[in-house]
């Protein structure tokens, strides 16, 4: 089992790139998640997917989109890269879509807008 | 803001000390949670303890937590240099009017075990 694996690992944007951050899981978890780490703020919710065909808001949206079509898949789409967006990107997946309990994170992907 | 706050924000001990962290936080919890993340790689599930528990244990850790005081702490016993890491505490609570229990996370604290 590869469990969580995101891609690219790292990328170079210029501002008002688009591009889209890849999170794919084999443990056929109901709940994924997108956060984004920045120094001296934790981690924050960006969007969230309790199932397939089903997203939401988390608490920094803005300038992000996602979709869940299928179980495995939950990709995080910059539409136009702002240099706000500099960030480290964190998916997680957890078994229970209700009540997130143990939380299994990927390797994160290294953004940098220019 | 809901989101939680570690202290210290970093820790240097020698090995074979004791390590303890603490973590504070605003609203009701359902469970409170703590995740360990080595430089430059996702975020890994230490402990839960749930928001009818004051303390539990896995292996080195004891957590503790007081909800009356809305924190927790997090002691890792006879540390080792491969416990160096940043350690983030994490609160689930229900998110606005949905189903969906939220997890939030603090800002972390790193702690450095030197040899």
């Known amino acids: 089992n590869a469990g969580v694996t995101q891609t690219p690992k790292f990328q170079v944007l210029k501002t008002g790139q688009s591009m889209t951050l890849q999170c794919a899981q084999d443990m056929n978890h109901e709940y994924m998640s997108w956060y984004r780490q920045d120094p001296g703020m934790g981690l924050r919710l960006i969007h969230y997917?309790?199932?397939?065909?089903?997203?939401d808001q988390g608490e920094v949206p803005n300038g992000y989109n996602v979709s869940r079509s299928t179980t495995e898949d939950f990709p995080l789409r910059l539409l136009s890269a702002a240099p706000s967006q500099t960030s480290v990107y964190f998916c997680a997946t957890s078994v229970l879509s209700g009540s997130p309990e143990t939380q299994y994170f990927g390797p994160g992907t290294r953004l940098l807008v220019l | 803001s809901q989101q939680g706050e570690e202290d210290p924000q970093a820790l240097s001990i020698q090995e074979g000390e004791n390590a303890t962290m603490n973590c504070s936080y605003k609203t009701s919890i359902n469970n409170l949670q703590w995740y360990r993340q080595n430089s430059g790689r996702g975020l890994v599930h230490l402990i839960l303890i749930r928001s009818n528990e004051r303390e539990k244990h896995s292996g080195r850790l004891r957590v503790t937590l007081d909800t009356s005081k809305k924190s927790s702490s997090l002691l890792i016993t006879a540390s080792r240099a491969a416990d160096t890491a940043s350690y983030f505490c994490?609160?689930?609570?229900?998110?606005?009017?949905?189903?969906?229990?939220?997890?939030?996370f603090g800002t972390g604290t790193r702690l450095l075990v030197s040899p």
């Open positions: 997917s309790v199932g397939a065909g089903i997203t």
């Open positions: 994490a609160t689930a609570f229900q998110w606005m009017n949905t189903g969906f229990q939220k997890l939030v």
